[in-house]
């Protein structure tokens, strides 16, 4: 039965967010980065949000990459330095 679930997507997917739990967190023009944590097996996959209050309403812009390390603390250095570096290259345009 696990293989029918598996394959129609009611196994376990390791690649969710484990309840946005928040590896670390900068602020960056304006903008709070937070680097989340994601299990990708044994792995931590690189994922974070981009917060900013635009007109009173919270936005956020959630980022998943296709990265993969052992390390949390490399994990988490490298979803900071791409929430600035989609920042940098889109601003506020990232809410549209």
């Known amino acids: 039965m696990s293989f029918f679930k598996k394959l129609f997507g009611g196994g376990a997917a390791s690649a969710e967010p484990a309840g946005d739990k928040v ?11 937070k680097a989340i944590d994601m299990k990708a ?8 949000t981009i917060e900013k209050e635009v007109g009173g309403e919270l936005k956020t812009y959630r980022y998943i990459r296709a ?9 988490t250095a490298l979803a900071l330095g ?15």
Request: net charge negative.
């Open 82 to 96: 791409k929430g600035r570096q989609i920042i940098d290259e889109q601003g506020e345009q990232i809410f549209n």
């Open 41 to 48: 097996g044994s792995e931590f996959q690189l994922a974070g």
């Open 67 to 75: 990265d993969r390390m052992s390390s949390r603390d490399d994990v």
């Open 23 to 33: 590896l670390g967190e900068e602020s960056y023009k304006g903008f709070l980065i």
